[in-house]
């Protein structure tokens, strides 16, 4: 596209009223300093003009220059733009991974865009939570940050055994949890608590669908909450549904039996948002398959489904870490778990990147600080190079 491509309509208007104001400002001079007598923009020569007071011809002068100013300022920098190569960040519609970021399909910022993402990533303010309140915080607006942007698909993942409290009233510090203390139990835990934000967040409405990854999960969930408002708790179809999964059924157009059974619960209470907490090969496979079968305004959030990363990876995990956009990320990494990756959705008004940061705490009691970022999520080669 040419460099002045998407130049705004009002550009127009503005040379104008530059005109015009540069005829309106000939009557305040009887003559110009090159001795020669001035016209009106329009009408006869006049010799009896009068200067007016010193005030308003200086700003008739202001507004005049700064409407001329306004004609070559966005086009200038779209040449430069063009002239450079389009080094600024341009907006993206949805989370779209690694492998599809629109390359050479770029349109041209806006004057403000570019203010926003002058220098790229490094403008993006990014605070890396040092204690677990503040990642409680930091979730809850990039949670309001993906309401507000309608975005349809996200997960959430949060340290393995990382508990906000709820259910016994204090917070366990934002450190890694040690192996032996990671026992299932815990891991269950930490994800009960983490489907407990939404839970609040959304206001537990009778549209809020939350599936846990077995029976024994969902009553350890209704035996923590106690109450869950509205919303409806559910456990993913079960070993023996589960045992179907190579038999599609010719009914449900070769679905396999878990999924045709899951969209069954979702259409029977008429689930809008769809929270799957801690799910793992079996369900992301059911997530999988119904994920093109749902409505464009049903909403599914993976919490804890841990697909990025350099854990286990298969081409269920790769689609939906592609599909499914990461608005809050944060995962311990590198020599004795004193780095940390993190992303966290901005506020739907802030800036249109939203960076990967990989943090390092120089001892172990001091807070994180940032060593790299980048557009795309890390490989974890380039975490581990980051955190040397």
Known sequence: AP??????????????????????????????????RCRPWRGRRQDAWQPRSAPAVCGAVAFAATCYMATLAEPALRCWLWLSGGGLPTYRPAYAGAASVMRGAATWPSIGDALRGWSGTDAVSVTVPETTKQAYEGLLVSLKAAVDKKIGRFDVELPPGLRFGFEEGSMDALRPVPEEVLTPERLAWADREAAAVFM???????????????????????????????????????????????????????????????????AAKDCQTVIAVGPR?????????????????????LVNARIR???????????????????????????????????????????????????????????PKEVSRSVDEPSPDQVAAALR
């Open 309 to 367: 990363g350099a854990g286990k990876r298969d081409e269920v995990r790769d689609r939906l870490a592609t599909a499914f956009d990461p608005i809050f990320h944060m995962r311990f990494a590198g020599k004795g778990q004193q780095g940390m990756l993190y992303r966290a959705l901005q506020d739907a008004d802030g800036a249109a990147v939203t960076p990967w940061v990989v943090a390092k705490r120089p001892m172990p009691d001091m807070p």
């Open 200 to 266: 609040l967040f959304f206001g537990e409405p009778a549209n809020l669908c939350v599936f846990f990854r077995n029976k024994a999960q969902l009553q350890a969930a209704k035996r923590g909450w106690g109450n869950w408002g509205d919303s409806h708790l559910f456990a993913f179809p079960g070993k023996g549904v589960a045992q179907a999964f190579d038999s599609p059924q010719p009914a449900t157009g070769g679905m396999s039996a878990p999924a045709a059974k899951f969209l069954d619960m979702l």
């Open 281 to 301: 090969a079996k369900q992301l496979r059911i997530i999988d398959e119904v994920n093109e079968n749902l409505s464009s305004y049903a909403r599914v959030i």
């Open 3 to 36: 460099p002045f491509a998407g130049a705004p309509a009002g550009t127009a208007t503005c040379f104008c009223l530059g005109l015009d104001q540069m005829a309106a400002l000939s009557r305040h001079f009887p003559r110009s300093l090159a001795g020669l």
